[in-house]
């Protein structure tokens, strides 16, 4: 387990786009959702960095056991498993969340997702980001039916963005994760990410990648329709940001991928904070 470095130091090196959101809470919650993208970003690190297979494996089994030991009373090793077991213990985390990140991110182990199968990809979605939204929604004190559904939903929609914004980058490492299903709609038989990456009907795939991130938006959108608006303000703050990171890959288009959209800072603190004072910005 990497596990020297403090939560909130892994997620201000980290220039995430949550970053604002998660500074901007009350101390505790701070620290509890610095915790949980910290435990995700080293999961997700193990999986990316180069080294052999079995490393990583074991790498994996032992945040596994990590986690059983926390949830069994036992004693955290290193920052970051420590200020899990603060937010466990104060927020009632569910151990198959955490577990369920773990799963999600050995998918890309050994042979890493290539044009998966949609269903495969939803079960990805479900593990990486789901799950780390029904963590979420328990440190700002809401765990109902609606505010889950609320929060798979938002979920989805964000890890389509970054399907969509890191296509170049996964491909570097062999990864592509637009769905199989939407590649053969769009008249592309290659799994090739390089090969995919360059065919002339990319657009149509990521179109459709686009459209259901958007649908998945909408749903969130229509569950919080009648919520006080200061309610969720950091989720929402989050799923505003990434619906501007969305609309922006749609206007760069599909086929200028060094040309990554960014948000600048002061666009990501000046709606995290209209949304925390309950006025947030059209979309």
């Given at each position: 387990m990497a596990d020297s470095a403090a939560?909130?130091?892994?997620?201000?090196?980290?220039?995430?786009?949550?970053?604002?959101?998660?500074?901007?809470?009350?101390?505790?919650?701070?620290?509890?959702?610095?915790a949980i993208y910290a435990f995700c970003r080293q999961v997700d690190d193990i999986v990316d960095e180069p080294g052999p297979v079995e490393e990583k494996r074991a790498a994996l089994a032992a945040w596994?056991?990590?986690?059983?030991?926390?949830?069994?009373?036992?004693?955290?090793?290193?920052?970051?498993?420590?200020?899990?077991?603060?937010?466990?213990?104060r927020y009632h985390?569910?151990?198959?969340?955490?577990?369920?990140?773990?799963?999600?991110?050995?998918?890309?182990?050994g042979t890493p997702l290539r044009a998966p199968p949609l269903d495969t990809l939803r079960v990805y979605c479900r593990r990486v980001a789901g799950a780390v939204g029904l963590l979420t929604i328990r440190v700002f004190d809401r765990a109902d039916a609606e505010t889950e559904a609320f929060a798979l939903a938002v979920g989805d929609a964000l890890q389509m963005t970054n399907i969509l914004r890191d296509l170049e980058e996964d491909a570097s490492i062999g990864r592509l994760y637009l769905p199989?299903?939407?590649l053969v709609r769009a008249g592309i038989s290659a799994s090739d990410p390089?090969?995919?990456l360059r065919h002339p009907n990319l657009g149509k795939a990521c179109d459709a990648v686009a459209d259901m991130a958007e649908a998945r938006f909408a749903e969130a959108d229509r569950l919080m329709a009648g919520w006080p608006r200061r309610r969720l303000w950091a989720a929402r703050a989050m799923m505003m940001l990434y619906r501007r990171m969305l609309e922006r890959l749609r206007a760069r288009g599909w086929h200028d991928m060094g040309r990554r959209p960014r948000l600048p800072r002061s666009e990501k603190a000046w709606v995290t904070l209209r949304c925390m004072v309950g006025r947030p910005p059209r979309s």
């Open positions: 939560p909130g130091e892994i997620a201000g090196k980290s220039g995430t786009t949550f970053f604002w959101p998660m500074l901007l809470l009350p101390r505790r919650k701070r620290a509890a959702m610095f596994r056991e990590q986690i059983r030991s926390l949830y069994l009373g036992g004693a955290p090793v290193g920052p970051v498993a420590a200020g899990l077991a603060d937010a466990i213990a985390l569910p151990r198959g969340e955490l577990e369920a990140v773990i799963d999600g991110m050995a998918m890309d182990l199989r299903e939407l390089a090969e995919v």
